[in-house]
């Protein structure tokens, strides 16, 4: 009874961060493994993805056949690789192995799909078509999931299409509006491209101050302070983001840059 009572607070824990994953293993403490390994991850940050990993591992362990929690693996590779948490060279290929093992053993998972979308963009060969037929094939295999449009903006913003990004995590945000901020990243990405500065940096500045330790986030400020400095030289305030500048050789670099027309 205690183990069943466990497994419902966890499920309605990640259910309040907008994720629900079925139960689908024989095996209670695999799918407790991956639950638990799933509230760490979407702390995104460096400890949260660290303490993950084993809990997917654990779940394959006791359950060699449980795609989700090879789906899960994968995807905690990609998140350490692409927001800056783990320095492993081959972070994107361990995953995109992990994807494709989870989609072997399921392919109606669409988290797993949905995964594979970005990092079809990263292997060699920048693999556009494929990149969004899996992130297509991921929404088509569960339309409900706002982590669909999530990946399917991601990779819209990749190949420069900001117009469909947007609308893109429109869907996102309506079907998971208690957790806007999830997908304001995306959002400030497509604002950035679109060269709406204000909105990217409103949205960057939020997502920024929820989730500090995604490096991302910092980097892709830099195009819209750009012109927020240029246009209005009298606002200049540096966001906390990139207070990192203050003591750096980089700092005299970058506001060099930012001032140009």
Same mark, same amino acid.
């Not at 693996?73 to 060279?89: E, H, K, M, R, T």
């Not at 892709?220 to 750009?226: G, H, T």
């Given at each position: =009874?205690?183990?069943?009572?466990?497994?419902?607070? @966890?499920?309605?824990?990640?259910?309040?961060?907008?994720?629900? #994953?079925?139960?689908?293993?024989?095996?209670?403490? *695999?799918?407790?493994?991956?639950?638990?390994?799933?509230?760490?991850?979407?702390?995104?940050?460096?400890?949260?993805?660290?303490?993950?990993?084993? =809990?997917?591992?654990?779940?394959?362990? @006791?359950?060699?056949?449980?795609?989700?929690?090879?789906? @899960?693996?994968?995807?905690?590779?990609?998140?350490?690789?692409?927001?800056?948490?783990?320095?492993?060279?081959?972070?994107?290929? !361990?995953?995109?192995?992990?994807?494709?093992?989870?989609?072997?053993?399921?392919?109606?998972?669409? #988290?797993?799909?949905?995964?594979?979308?970005?990092?079809?963009?990263?292997? &060699?060969?920048?693999?556009? +078509?494929?990149?969004?037929?899996?992130?297509? !094939?991921?929404?088509?295999?569960?339309?409900?999931?706002?982590?669909?449009?999530?990946?399917? *903006?991601?990779?819209?913003?990749?190949?420069?299409?900001?117009?469909?990004?947007? #609308?893109?995590?429109?869907?996102?945000?309506?079907?998971?509006?208690?957790?806007?901020?999830?997908?304001?990243? +995306?959002?400030?990405?497509?604002?950035?491209?679109?060269?709406?500065?204000?909105?990217?940096?409103?949205?960057?500045?939020?997502?920024?101050?929820?989730?500090?330790?995604?490096? &991302?986030?910092?980097?892709?400020?830099?195009?819209? =302070?750009?012109?927020?400095?240029?246009?209005?030289?009298?606002?200049?305030?540096?966001?906390?983001?990139?207070?990192?500048?203050?003591?750096?050789?980089?700092?005299?670099? *970058? #506001?060099?840059?930012?001032?140009?027309?």
């Amino acid at each position: =009874m205690r183990k069943i009572v466990t497994t419902s607070n @966890l499920q309605l824990n990640l259910a309040e961060h907008g994720v629900v #994953i079925p139960r689908s293993t024989e095996n209670l403490d *695999a799918y407790d493994d991956i639950l638990r390994g799933t509230e760490y991850l979407l702390t995104l940050t460096k400890d949260g993805n660290t303490k993950a990993r084993p =809990m997917f591992e654990k779940a394959i362990e @006791l359950d060699p056949r449980y795609a989700a929690a090879y789906a @899960l693996l994968g995807l905690n590779y990609w998140v350490g690789w692409s927001a800056a948490f783990d320095p492993d060279p081959s972070a994107v290929e !361990r995953g995109f192995k992990l994807e494709q093992q989870a989609i072997a053993l399921d392919d109606s998972l669409s #988290i797993a799909h949905s995964t594979l979308a970005p990092i079809y963009l990263r292997l &060699p060969g920048f693999q556009t +078509e494929l990149a969004l037929a899996e992130a297509q !094939r991921g929404i088509a295999l569960d339309p409900n999931s706002a982590s669909g449009y999530f990946f399917l *903006a991601d990779v819209l913003n990749a190949l420069g299409k900001a117009t469909q990004a947007l #609308i893109a995590i429109e869907n996102a945000i309506r079907l998971d509006p208690r957790n806007t901020t999830n997908y304001l990243y +995306e959002q400030g990405w497509s604002y950035r491209l679109l060269g709406r500065w204000d909105e990217a940096i409103s949205s960057l500045r939020a997502y920024e101050t929820h989730y500090p330790e995604h490096l &991302p986030t910092h980097v892709i400020w830099l195009r819209p =302070m750009a012109a927020w400095v240029t246009w209005r030289p009298r606002r200049l305030r540096l966001p906390r983001s990139i207070g990192w500048l203050r003591s750096s050789r980089i700092q005299s670099l *970058a #506001i060099g840059t930012w001032r140009k027309p």
